[in-house]
């Protein structure tokens, strides 16, 4: 079946601007994760959600990065205001969450502040 | 402050030899650990798990033990195959349905 997808896969834009990043996850699994990994870095939890229940935001490295998702299908990150420092690849992932550990990941998008 | 260290940012084995990655986590509250598998420009790929109430996990080449009183993991392919060359990410997780933790990455280099 289809994996978790996301778009675009590259973005290049210049600092102060605003930036969307979509993410379509498996089909069923109820939670989906958005992580960004940095330059030689690993993996960095941003949010996470689960249903209809509040998203888990202890990751958002500032109150310019939000995210949103329509029930228990797409999501999308917003980071306003882009910095250099946001320069990542911004990875989604999701699992069945009441089923496994296992997350699945998309391919990322990576996003380029100039 | 780290949780899930991977010290070693890389290793380089011949084909045919065994590969050795080596993580150490702190978090005493993790319960499970996962090995993902990165190529470029893809998205980073389950490969295998355990358990914390185990301390060893096979699947094909690829073993994952784990020894819970030192907080070590360590992932085992043998024999190593050039295919297998990519960065192998060791993460934790402290219960079904929260994020991940995350090492830095050792990337695998299988020279033939």
């Known amino acids: 079946g289809a994996g978790v997808s996301q778009s675009p896969s590259n973005k290049v834009t210049e600092k102060g601007k605003d930036v969307e990043l979509r993410c379509d996850p498996i089909?069923?699994?109820?939670?989906l994760y958005w992580y960004r990994q940095r330059l030689g870095q690993g993996l960095e939890f941003l949010i996470y959600?689960?249903?209809?229940?509040?998203?888990?935001k202890s990751g958002l490295p500032s109150d310019r990065f939000s995210a949103e998702r329509t029930g228990e299908s797409v999501s999308t990150l917003t980071i306003q205001r882009t910095q250099q420092e946001d320069s990542a690849v911004y990875l989604c992932?999701?699992?069945?969450?009441?089923?496994?550990?296992?997350?699945?990941f998309g391919p990322g998008t990576r996003l380029t502040v100039t | 402050d780290q949780q899930v260290k991977q010290n070693s940012p890389s290793l380089s084995v011949q084909e045919g030899r065994i590969s050795i990655l080596n993580c150490d986590y702190t978090?005493?509250?993790?319960?499970?650990f996962l090995w993902y598998k990165k190529y470029p420009a893809e998205g980073p790929t389950f490969l295998i798990s355990?358990?914390?109430?185990?301390d060893k996990n096979e699947d094909g080449r690829f073993t994952v033990f784990l020894n819970k009183s030192a907080k070590h993991l360590s992932l085992h392919i043998v024999p190593s195959q050039p295919g297998d060359s990519a960065v192998y990410f060791c993460?934790?997780?402290?219960?079904?349905?929260?994020?991940?933790?995350f090492g830095k990455g050792t990337r695998l280099s299988v020279i033939a």
């Open positions: 978090n005493s509250m993790f319960d499970y």
């Open positions: 993460a934790a997780s402290a219960g079904i349905g929260t994020p991940l933790v």
């Open positions: 089909s069923g699994h109820t939670a």
């Open positions: 959600f689960q249903g209809n229940s509040a998203p888990d």
């Open positions: 355990i358990s914390s109430i185990k």
């Open positions: 992932a999701s699992s069945l969450d009441t089923m496994e550990y296992e997350q699945y």
